[in-house]
């Protein structure tokens, strides 16, 4: 399985962006697939992920009302529109698949089987 990341880029604070990733797989289905970024210096964490069963969507507390995840289950591809960027924002850009989809692990890096390469995102105050 390989997943693509694109639409990182440099923008001003209060700006949006949208990241697209792209996944060689037939279907979504029974998977969860995940947004993780990760800034300089720090550790990979959870943005966002959405499970295609149910097509439930979860985020994290620091992006909740501001970043939105969703899908396309017939061009394989998820979307995460990120508005009102700030600085804290910038990083590396991650999508994931979880072929488990478990709930209880649906914030968890460790979980995800397949990874792309990332997409940096640059939000300039």
């Known amino acids: 399985v390989q997943l693509q990341a694109f639409g990182g880029g440099l923008v001003q604070a209060g700006e949006s962006l949208r990241l697209s990733c792209a996944a060689s797989?037939?279907?979504?289905?029974?998977?969860?697939v995940g947004w993780f970024r990760q800034a300089p210096g720090k550790e990979r964490e959870f943005v966002a992920a959405i499970r295609w069963n149910g097509r439930h969507t979860y985020y994290a507390d620091s992006v909740k009302g501001r970043f939105t995840v969703s899908g396309d289950n017939a061009k394989t591809t998820i979307y995460l529109q990120m508005n009102s960027l700030k600085s804290e924002d910038t990083a590396v850009y991650y999508c994931?698949?979880?072929?488990?989809?478990?709930?209880?692990?649906?914030?968890?890096?460790?979980?995800?089987?397949?990874w792309g390469q990332g997409t940096l995102v640059t939000v300039s105050s």
């Open positions: 994931a698949i979880d072929s488990s989809s478990i709930l209880s692990t649906i914030r968890t890096a460790s979980a995800y089987d397949y």
């Open positions: 797989v037939s279907t979504f289905r029974n998977y969860a």
